[in-house]
Structure formats: structure tokens, C-alpha cells
């Protein structure tokens, strides 16, 4: 593409970005899009619990968990993995041991990994048997970034086409193309039952020696960022795929990788309000109905020793009341180095929930994670109007989402393989050439 090709496309998305929610160019915190509401192309946003557009739908969610038993609301709260059948292979079917452990402990979504996943009909099976098991619907999510992260690109059976990594992305410099790469991704997760992607990364780049996120971060600049992972969003919730906005508060100037050990971010605020949270205030912005937490330790805005996932001083002050994200918070990955080696499994699941978090990601264990929370709200530790404020927001999310009430199992027939990769091959191609 020719400079004055990518500059006409970035001044038409900044033309499509003033249609949005006011702020997101500034940097504040705005309004999510009310149910039903669309920007430009009927984008569906996330409903903001206070809307009067929304009073029956709470209304409606109110009613359901007040009938929901504490089992109920502890497990939509889990979004656990199911990696390995009892014999330690792959899981490539929803074996009678996971559909039990969905029946009884009814988490709110699952994660599908690598190990899950082979060709587009056994995958699209999976999911239908997963959600046939299910009396709400599940959230089932993947990481699929593009580049290095890629779930379908692994599975070398399913015939998808991974985009290019967010960093090739963000050297084209049009947030257009951020946009159709996330769209192209999420068109392939839909096509396979897939309807919450652990994407985009709203992390900076600022660190070279960064182990962990490097070249899946679209830049090192806050501002060309923040529009990047704004066009992620849009493209995503264009596919019917629920963005996840990840790491809060940022992961980009660690050193060490948060699967192994807990990471630190030295920053005072100021340096972070001028870079690692723009990122995540434009998504705000934009509608993000979804962020992740990170496994970082933050001194420098924060006098409590404990990584964000499980600091009240970020998740709650910072996330919800200063930056007043309305949304779903969900944990990065429970069983990761950061939290296990230096936290037990139990506590560190109840102090994710004391600290703000509406959804714990793979649990070392299921059942262990759902007695954990249940235990604590028997003890009068947590209370179960904490548990029905995450709640009510998961069930928004899913109401915004066609994802509230059960429906009849899937009987169409099973798709085969994906229709758009030419197309898609296109778009990279685009892509790869722009950014050079």
C-alpha cells in the first residue's frame, strides 16, 4: 500500500472512531453501547447495568439469580480447561468425565487449547457437546492473537489461516487492517462454535528484554497502540466474537514471564497513565466488555505486595471505580507460575474474588476452585451479594451476547471446513506488504 493509500484509510477509521462512545480519542472513560445500539456497522455493544434501555433485561437477570443456588453462582464464575481425557491424552471429544464436571459444577465458560483441538468438524462437535451439556450457555474462549499465539495454526488438521502477529499488524500503522485481521480471526472461531477470543493484547512493547510479550504487542508507542486495539475490538465483535483485553494493568515492561514467577511493573502512576493504561482506557472507551488481569506486581501505584490479579488496589480502585470499566474481569490463568508458586490454590482464588475479579480462569482444579469460593462465603469471608454482583455481570454479558438462556442442541449439520481462506490469504498478504 502506498503512504497516501494508508494515510486515507487512517483518517477514514478516525472518521469511524468519532462515532463511537465519546473519550475514546482522549484517552477517558465512556459509556458501553447499549443493547441493541450500533456504531456505523451494527456492532452489538456491552450493556451497561444502569442503562434504562437494559431494565428488563436486568430485571430478568435479577430474577434468575435470586433462583439460582450458591452452587449456581460459584460456577459461573470458573472458566476452567479440560485439556486431557483420564488417560492423559489430548481431549479431542467431550469425554462423560467433563460433561459430568460441566453438569455438576456449571461453570460460566470453558477454554479450549491446543491439545482440544484437530479438524474444523471434531471441533465444532466439542463445543456442541460442551454447550449441550450446559443449562446457561457457556463462554467458550481460545487464544488466538495471531502470530506466535495461535491455537488454530497448531492444530495443522484445521485447515485455518492465522493472522500475522499484532507486531506486523501495528508496523502498517492503519488500525483498518487491525480491525479486518480480527474480524478474519473471529469469522474462523465463529465458523467453529468459538464465542469469546482471549485477544487483543493491549500491552506496550517498552521492554526488549520482555520474555513474555514482545512481538504480540502491536507497538512501543501508547497512542498508535491504543487505535490497534481498538480496531481488534471492533473486527472481533464485527465476527459475534467476544473481545478479552489483556494484561491489566500492563505486561509490557516486565522481565520476568508470568507463567514462571510473578513479574513486576517499577512504574509510579504518572509514568503509567502515560503509557501502559492509554491502551486500556481507549478500549474502555470503545466498548471492551472483557479485560484480563495480569499476574504483574505493581509498587509503584500500589503499597500492597500482591500481583494485580489478586490486589483489590488495582482490580477495584483502579478498574472499576477510577477507569469505571462496567464489564466482566476475568484472571489470566490460575494455575500459572505467578500465582502458584507463591500463593495456595485455594486462597489464591478467594483473594482473586475479594480483589474484584468476576471470573477465574483455568483453576488448578475445578472442584477444588468452586469449594474454595464456597467455603469462604460460608465463613462470611465473601459475601453472596459480592457473588451476585460478578454474576449478574457474566449474565449481562451473555444476554448482550444471545448467551442467557438455554436453547435447543445443535442439529445442523457440522461444518467441514472454512469457506473464507482465500480471502483471508489476502489479507495477510495485504497485510505482510504494508508493513514493510
Partial sequence: MTRTGCIVRFLLFLCFLVMLPSGILTGCSGPFLQTGETVETGLKGSPSPSSPA????????NAAISDMTLDEKVGQMMFPAFRTSASGKPLLIAD??????????KP????????????????????RQLQSSSGIPLLVGVDEEGGTVSRLADAHNMGAVPMPQAAIIGKTGDPALAREAA????????????????????????????????????????GPTSLMVTGAILGLREAG???????FPGHGDTLTDSHLGLAVVPHDRKRMDAV????????????????????????GISEKKLPAT??????????????????????????????????????????AVEAGADMLLVPVSLERACNAVLDAVKSGRISESRLNDSVRRILLLKAANRLEKARPEDTSPLPTQFSGTAAWRKLVSRIEAAAR
Fill in 310 to 351: 489478586l490486589n483489590p488496589d488495582i482490580l477495584t480502585g483502579l478498574l472499576r471505580d477510577e477507569l469505571q470499566f462496567e464489564g466482566v474481569i476475568i484472571t489470566d490463568a490460575m494455575e500459572m507460575g505467578a500465582i502458584t508458586k507463591n500463593y495456595g490454590e485455594a486462597e489464591s482464588i478467594v483473594m
Fill in 183 to 222: 474480524a478474519a480471526m473471529g469469522e474462523q472461531l465463529s465458523v467453529l462454535g468459538f464465542n469469546l477470543d482471549f485477544a487483543p493484547v493491549a500491552d506496550i512493547n517498552t521492554n526488549p528484554k520482555n520474555p513474555v510479550i514482545g512481538n504480540r504487542a502491536y507497538g512501543t508507542e501508547p
Fill in 276 to 299: 501502559e493504561l492509554v491502551p486500556f482506557r481507549t478500549a474502555i472507551a470503545a466498548g471492551a466488555p472483557v479485560v484480563m488481569t495480569a499476574h504483574v506486581n505493581t509498587p
Fill in 96 to 105: 462423560e468425565p467433563t460433561l459430568k464436571a460441566i453438569r455438576q459444577w
Fill in 241 to 247: 466474537i467476544i473481545p478479552v483485553v489483556k494484561h
Fill in 54 to 61: 437494559n431494565t428488563t433485561t436486568l430485571a430478568s437477570i
Fill in 108 to 127: 460460566g465458560g470453558v477454554i479450549l487449547f491446543s491439545s482440544n483441538l484437530d479438524t474444523v468438524a471434531q471441533t465444532a462437535s466439542f463445543i
